[in-house]
């Protein structure tokens, strides 16, 4: 196989900068666009109230299940 010289990456500090912060600001309106999308989508859905429930805190808010101090981790 004849010697292919390798291209080699860019040594243009500016311009990997400028790409990587033009990268940084696509994802951050990207993020902006879908938690705007997922609150308005929360306002619109009026869930019914529970019944039956745990009566007091949610059991499961710190990731374990919790029933009357005892606590299990699944």
């Known amino acids: 196989m004849p010697d292919q010289e390798i291209p080699s990456p860019p040594t243009d500090q500016d311009a ?3 790409r990587i912060a ?3 600001r ?3 309106a990207e ?3 879908r938690r705007a999308q997922a609150d308005n989508a929360q306002d619109k859905k009026q ?3 529970e ?3 745990p009566k007091g805190p949610e059991p499961t808010r710190y990731g374990d299940w ?3 101090g005892i606590v299990s981790d699944f």
Do not use: F, S, V
Request: glycine letters at 14%; a neutral charge; proline letters at 10%.
């Open 16 to 18: 990997i900068d400028a």
């Open 22 to 24: 033009e990268a940084g």
């Open 26 to 28: 696509r994802a951050k």
């Open 31 to 33: 993020a902006d666009a």
């Open 47 to 49: 869930l019914p109230p």
């Open 51 to 53: 019944l039956g429930g």
């Open 66 to 68: 919790e029933r009357k």
